[in-house]
């Protein structure tokens, strides 16, 4: 499975910006999906997830509440909606892909892994 994201960009804070991931490969409905981010000088973060068919979802708390994660199984597409943009938000933020039932939030329990977009939130 190839994964490929779309969507950074330089946004103001308080302002809004939507994230694509597009799946290449067989299956991509089978494959619970993920978002991450990293921040200069950081470690790689949990971000969001979402299974299957997406009806089941979780968040890391910085973000629940302003962010919403979606996928487009027909297209094979994974979405990041996010509002409210505060600037730590600031990162690179890449969708993974793991094999399985269960959630995860570490970055060891994903195989697949995009290149990343960056997202910059300004004062």
């Known amino acids: 499975l190839l994964l490929e994201e779309s969507g950074g960009g330089l946004v103001q804070a308080g302002g809004s910006l939507r994230l694509s991931c597009a799946g290449l490969g067989r299956s991509f409905s089978s494959y619970i999906m993920a978002w991450f981010r990293q921040a200069p000088g950081k470690e790689r973060e949990f971000v969001a997830v979402?299974?299957?068919?997406?009806?089941?979802?979780d968040y890391e708390d910085s973000v629940k509440g302003r962010f919403i994660i979606s996928r487009d199984n027909p297209n094979n597409t994974l979405y990041l909606h996010m509002n409210s943009l505060k600037l730590e938000d600031t990162a690179v933020y890449y969708c993974?892909?793991?094999?399985?039932?269960?959630?995860?939030?570490?970055?060891?329990?994903?195989?697949?892994w995009g290149q990343g977009t960056q997202v910059t939130v300004s004062s």
């Open positions: 979402v299974n299957w068919s997406g009806r089941r979802t």
């Open positions: 993974a892909a793991k094999i399985g039932i269960d959630f995860g939030r570490r970055i060891s329990d994903y195989k697949y």
